[in-house]
């Protein structure tokens, strides 16, 4: 699967689609829903929200796994706190977005010292 033409969208709070921008949550759903894997969208609205958002995900929707696997949810912690997703595209990349890059492909390598987990999304 190809992602170029999600490449450079900009970044925007609570972004869901293309044409106005993707927060990463946003990106994660549209992401997974081109591969066919439904995902729940849920509002947040503070850091606080984020860790309720991450703990309903954890009991419901979402499975650790120890290894990234294509489609896999990546968790990656700001400060030692959860605060960013993306998803595993393979061979070592992941495609996220923040509001310094916007949308893009990146080696997880570079950001192994803050990734908390990786999450499979259960079908």
Do not use: Q
């Not at 759903?29 to 066919?36: D, F, H, P, Y």
């Amino acid at each position: 699967m190809t992602y170029t033409d999600l490449l450079g969208i900009k970044y925007r709070p609570h972004g869901r689609n293309k044409k106005e921008g993707f927060d990463c949550y946003g990106l994660v759903i549209e992401v997974l829903k081109r591969n066919g894997i439904d995902f729940p969208d849920l509002y947040y609205e503070s850091i606080r929200d984020t860790e309720r958002l991450c703990m309903a995900l954890k009991n419901k929707v979402i499975e650790p796994i120890e290894m990234p696997e294509v489609n896999c949810i990546i968790e990656i912690t700001n400060c030692g706190e959860p605060s960013h997703m993306a998803v595993y595209i393979g061979d070592g990349y992941m495609i996220h977005t923040s509001i310094a890059t916007n949308v893009v492909i990146e080696p997880v390598r570079h950001y192994e010292h803050r990734i908390k987990g990786y999450w499979k999304v259960n079908s």
